[in-house]
T-cell receptor, first 113, second 114 residues
Framework: GENVEQHPSTLSVQEGDSAVIKCTYS??????FPWYKQELGKGPQLIID?????GEKKDQRIAVTLNKTAKHFSLHITETQPEDSAVYFC????????????FGGGTRVLVKP | DSGVTQTPKHLITATGQRVTLRCSPR?????VYWYQQSLDQGLQFLIQ???????AKGNILERFSAQQFPDLHSELNLSSLELGDSALYFC?????????????FGSGTQLSVL
């Protein structure tokens, strides 16, 4: 089955700096890659997603890039703010597998004021 | 608010007991997914239902079972509980299955087995 690796496991940045989280996936047939943000005591919240026919997608301060050849995708957060502090999860899904998501291990991001 | 409702928020029980976790999907969503989140295992897929039928199975123990009812709410039953079953259990829903639809998660049920 699909396997998703996520790095780093923890990331500390100064407010205003950029944060980058990287993920690799194993199944070349995976075609949907969402990113979730999980705050303490809450469920994962979808923040951005990208499909395999697109190389990059941006939404305000967050962007995601996808390299299908290398089977990796990344989340970029610019101008980080304290409210960006959370655990971020990447995931991959395969249409043929019924849309179930396989998650990476998560990255705990701390934005220092 | 994702629109996915999970009850109860917290559950404390003893080893060997049985519990039922409940999930109401977003209005209009036909597919329900159950995930387990523990400190050392991350988010693990357990099982998926679509319009009342089991669609996919993941790392779900035989002691665990689930079902989706005609009104589309779902229940996850955990029996013969062990200490290692302590975790956050999330339900997610999507409109359809198999078309890379977005999954929306509930706030989870924190299960503590003592």
């Amino acid at each position: 089955g699909e396997n998703v690796e996520q790095h780093p496991s923890t990331l500390s940045v100064q407010e205003g700096d950029s944060a980058v989280i990287k993920c690799t996936y194993s199944d070349s047939a995976s075609n949907y890659f969402p990113w979730y943000k999980q705050e303490l005591g809450k469920g994962p919240q979808l923040i951005i997603d990208i499909r395999s026919n697109v190389g990059e997608k941006k939404d305000q301060r967050i962007a995601v890039t996808l390299n299908k050849t290398a089977k990796h995708f990344s989340l970029h957060i610019t101008e980080t703010q304290p409210e960006d502090s959370a655990v971020y999860f990447c995931a991959a899904s395969l249409k043929a597998a019924g849309n179930k998501l396989t998650f990476g291990g998560g990255t705990r991001v701390l934005v220092k004021p | 608010d994702s629109g996915v409702t999970q009850t109860p928020k917290h559950l404390i029980t003893a080893t060997g007991q049985r519990v039922t976790l409940r999930c109401s999907p977003r209005s209009g969503d036909l597919s329900v997914y159950w995930y387990q989140q523990s400190l050392d295992q991350g988010l693990q897929f357990l099982i998926q239902y679509y319009n009342g039928e089991e669609r996919a199975k993941g790392n779900i123990l035989e002691r665990f079972s689930a079902q989706q009812f005609p009104d589309l709410h779902s229940e996850l039953n955990l029996s013969s509980l062990e200490l290692g079953d302590s975790a956050l259990y999330f339900c997610a829903s999507s409109v359809v299955a198999g078309q890379n639809e977005k999954l929306f998660f509930g706030s989870g049920t924190q299960l503590s087995v003592l």
